[in-house]
């Protein structure tokens, strides 16, 4: 089993900045990637951001330029600093682990965007 532990959300006015962690632990032996999804009330979950164990790294166009995925290999965490940030940011953020064979999830953290 894998666990995965997810902090930083929150509110934050329109421009505003937030950093996201996701801590791994448990069996992640061959953890290849971690990605972050999102999901807005009323919307499908979306692929946010990905990083590979390599560093290679891909974005959802509607946050490129404003969003960095990045990882600490030895804490196996990822990290997701989010900058500039707009009202349709807001949604729940979900960290995952790809393992071979399955995923593994997140309880998720809320971030708002709000005035």
């Known amino acids: 089993q894998v666990q995965l532990v997810e902090s930083g959300g929150g509110l934050v006015q329109p421009g505003g900045s937030l950093r996201l962690s996701c801590a791994a632990s448990g069996n992640i032996f061959g953890m290849t990637a971690m990605s972050w999804y999102r999901q807005a009330p009323g919307k499908q979950r979306e692929l946010v951001t990905t990083?590979?164990?390599?560093?290679?790294?891909a974005y959802a166009d509607s946050v490129k330029g404003r969003f960095t995925i990045s990882r600490d290999n030895a804490k196996n965490t990822a990290y997701l600093q989010m900058n500039s940030l707009k009202f349709e940011d807001t949604a729940v953020y979900y960290c995952t682990a790809i393992l071979p064979g399955r995923s593994y999830w997140g309880q998720g953290t809320q971030v708002t965007v709000s005035s």
């Open positions: 990083i590979t164990r390599g560093g290679n790294t």
